[in-house]
């Protein structure tokens, strides 16, 4: 039920950096206290002069909790990249042979994922541009260029070859406008729970 591949239509969101789990059994479980953001109580508490110490719903101990996850419906689930490492020796140019205790790894993103039935990795992103005309170049760019870029460490070595895709999309119906009326919204009412 909370398999990584089974959500992959959802829109798939960060955990913000204030989220928190049970330290015993955390993460989105059914029956389980699950996964919270503590950044509305904490400044509440704050605010009001009051110690905030979180816990989950039974009470028990908290740890952040990092990731990715997805929602479809009422379920949740975590969503992780299957990473492998890439041992090498360095080589000496002289003798072109192995150098003597030059060996390193790398840890490097599988190109697929899954076991059973991998699939080729696909990372999606959103990049909000206000200027039409840059947002056109950007897409240009892309478009013409996608298929040469490298990303990350050890292009040299023939690693982070990636082909990106771009398209124009009409702004979301989360924009951040409907967010931040959504925050304040949320802060008022804990606001008014704290008092």
């Not at 919270?36 to 002069?49: Q, R, T, V």
């Not at 490492?85 to 140019?93: A, D, E, Q």
Request: net charge neutral; hydrophobic share 35%; proline share 4%.
């Amino acid at each position: 039920m909370y398999d990584t591949y089974e959500l992959r239509a959802e829109a798939i969101s960060v955990l913000p950096v204030t989220a928190l789990s049970s330290k015993t059994d955390g993460g989105f479980k059914p029956g389980k206290a699950g996964v919270f953001d503590s950044l509305i109580d904490s400044y509440c508490a704050k605010e009001h002069g009051l110690f905030y110490e979180p816990n989950d719903i039974t009470g028990n101990r908290v740890e952040p909790f990092s990731g990715f996850y997805s929602k479809s419906g009422t379920s949740h689930a975590t969503h992780s990249v299957n990473k492998r490492l890439l041992t090498r020796v360095g080589i000496n140019r002289q003798r072109a042979t192995a150098q003597d205790e030059i060996l390193y790894s790398l840890e490097v993103l599988n190109e697929t994922q899954g076991k059973q039935q991998p699939v080729p990795s696909v990372y999606r992103s959103t990049i909000l541009v206000n200027d039409d005309a840059l947002a056109e170049q950007l897409l240009a760019f892309i478009q013409g260029n996608g298929d040469r870029i490298r990303l990350g460490g050890s292009a040299s070595r023939g690693l982070g070859q990636v082909s990106i895709a771009a398209t124009l999309a009409e702004e979301p119906a989360n924009s951040l406008p409907h967010r931040v009326t959504a925050f304040n919204t949320k802060l008022q009412e804990r606001w008014a729970l704290w008092k």
